[in-house]
């Protein structure tokens, strides 16, 4: 993934772009939806529901999907809770957390 991906405009936009990372990293890692499942103590139902964009599983999940694939996700909190804030990052692609 290159680039910038922007979420104050377009919320929806960053998380397809978390979902679409996570299945590619798992496609090249060539791991199966239930092997990864296992791996973080979940159903191989809820990784593929997740992959189609059908649930939002919550933060838990994608962190432990995100630890289990090898991508990092970081997220950083305002540095001034009146003022901007800081970038959330995905497989190292700084995005704007709003």
Same mark, same amino acid.
């Given at each position: 993934?290159? +680039? *910038? *991906?922007? *979420?104050?405009?377009?919320? $929806?936009?960053? %998380?397809?772009? %978390? !979902?679409?990372?996570?299945?590619? =990293?798992?496609? !090249? &890692?060539?791991?199966? =939806? @239930?092997?990864?499942?296992? $791996?973080? &103590? ?10 189609? +964009? ?8 994608? $962190? @432990?999907? @995100?630890?289990?694939?090898? %991508? ?6 305002? &540095? ?19």
């Amino acid at each position: 993934m290159n +680039g *910038t *991906t922007r *979420t104050s405009d377009d919320p $929806a936009a960053f %998380v397809e772009t %978390v !979902r679409s990372v996570l299945r590619e =990293q798992r496609l !090249r &890692a060539r791991r199966s =939806q @239930a092997d990864v499942a296992i $791996a973080v &103590a979940s159903s191989r139902k809820r990784v593929s529901d997740f992959e189609l +964009g059908l649930v939002d599983p919550g933060f838990g999940f994608v $962190a @432990a999907l @995100a630890a289990e694939l090898g %991508v990092p996700l970081s997220i950083s909190t305002p &540095a001034d809770p009146f003022g901007g804030r800081e970038p959330l990052f995905v497989d190292n692609t700084p995005a704007e957390v709003i």
